[in-house]
């Protein structure tokens, strides 16, 4: 277990808190789309301040290439938390993130004041985890907090660096990927099944060999199971393959049966002609998918066979669509796996960030147990790796 901001006395300390505040932008206004991640930051960020700290805020936006790009400034960061706490947020935006100024501006904050630094990437050194950059950001504060989820899978300056200079505990939202990501692999209730889907076996070779040792049965469809489909001689069309991954899924297959591991495949598919929405649909049994055709969908009768499973477990997580749900005819399959899992009443987990965005999309996020908010990270978690951004976090 480590520590959370409740473990540790913060009143009269400034604390600096590496938030998430990677919010989807209108490219040509830069406006905010959607200010979720700002939002879901805001418990911890209130905590402090009830109790008596002042808060000094550090996120990321976008991807600046070679430093400093005031097109990715936090300016309309600054500005919507400001309305969001309807209290004044001080923003240097200084393209070193760090300079005199910030120095002196941090010196003088008060108990329940907040400051926003300016985008850490835009300093190079961030994403190297550089020594010096990690020691300029810890020496404006007296704590580290660590609440970005969403990176906390990459060892930067602001996410792991700095805990070399300051005491480190986790925000509310870390705390909580912490708890229901790590409880559900590492003591789950059981029957505990695991649901993999997505694109490329090859992305989920990791999360499939770590939950293989842990859960008591997994389903793997989407279009990674065409690869286990052809392991198994089925023809697959058009599918999505991975030939070189066959010999792999033939080893997994082998090692979930000497693991005792009920292992569940589609049995049947929704396939198509040319790559539209509007294609026409043939269902057919996966083993009799036409040669010019493509599977984009689970079919009817494999929905059952997975509800059914689902409905048995007491502790479920998923990761991966079983179909292409971006497109709306296609979607039925991942939304049958969604409405199971609704219906089942063990812990339900969602990790990935194409997963999280369909049950998103499907109306149906407030009904499960939860959804990490980390698409890289919680697959990370799942791989059973260590996150660097919670490893250097305090031991209760
Ligand atoms: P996550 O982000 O949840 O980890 P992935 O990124 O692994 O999930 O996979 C999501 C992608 O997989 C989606 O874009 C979806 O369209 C695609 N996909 C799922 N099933 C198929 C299929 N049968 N054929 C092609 N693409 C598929
Ligand atoms: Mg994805």
């Known amino acids: 277990m480590k520590k959370t901001v409740k473990d540790i006395a913060v ?23 959607d200010d979720t991640r700002i939002r879901a930051a805001l418990p911890t960020i209130q905590y402090l301040l009830e109790e008596g700290a002042a808060v000094i805020l550090m996120s990321h936006l976008g991807r600046p290439k070679g430093g400093a790009d005031m097109t990715f400034t936090l300016k309309p ?26 120095r002196k501006a941090a010196a003088e904050l008060k108990a329940g004041d907040v400051m926003l630094l300016e985008n850490v990437r835009f300093r190079p050194e961030e994403t190297k985890n550089g020594a010096a950059f990690s020691k300029e950001l810890a020496d404006l504060g007296d704590l580290f907090v660590n609440d ?136 057919v049994p996966v083993d009799q998918i036409p040669a010019e055709r493509e599977g984009v969908d689970i079919g009817p009768e494999t929905v059952k066979l997975f509800r059914e499973e689902i409905l048995k477990a007491k502790t479920i997580v998923w990761n991966g669509p079983m179909g292409v749900f971006e497109m709306s005819n296609f979607a039925g399959g991942t939304r049958g796996v969604a409405e199971a899992m609704v219906e089942c009443d063990g812990v339900t987990i969602i990790g990935g960030g194409d997963s999280a965005a369909a049950v998103q999309q499907f109306g149906l996020d407030d009904k499960m147990t939860h959804i990490s908010t980390g698409g890289g990270a919680s697959l990370e978690f799942l791989e059973g790796k260590v996150l660097p951004g919670v490893a250097v976090l305090e031991d209760k």
């Open 77 to 102: 960061v600054a500005d919507r938390l400001e309305e969001l706490l309807a209290k004044d947020v001080l923003f240097l935006s200084v393209p070193e993130v760090v300079n005199d100024d910030v």
């Open 148 to 283: 970005a989820f969403g990176t906390a899978h990459r060892a930067h300056s602001s996410t792991a660096g700095i805990a070399d200079y300051l005491p480190a505990v986790s925000g509310f939202l870390i705390e909580k990927e912490v708890k229901f990501l790590g409880d559900a692999v590492e003591n789950p209730e059981r029957p505990f099944l695991a649901i993999l889907g997505g694109a490329k076996v090859s992305d989920k070779i990791p999360v499939i060999e770590n939950l293989l040792n842990k859960v008591d049965s997994l389903i793997i469809g989407g279009g990674m199971s065409y690869t286990f489909q052809k392991a198994l001689g089925h023809e697959v069309g058009k599918s999505l393959l991975q030939e070189e991954m066959v010999p792999l899924a033939k080893e997994l297959m082998a090692k979930a049966e000497a693991k005792g591991v009920k292992l569940l495949l589609p049995v049947d598919v929704k396939t198509i002609a040319e790559f539209s929405n509007d294609a026409e649909i043939i269902i």
């Open 11 to 33: 009143a009269g300390k400034k604390v600096l808190v590496r938030c998430d505040l990677n919010v989807p932008q209108d490219k040509e206004t830069g406006a905010i789309t």
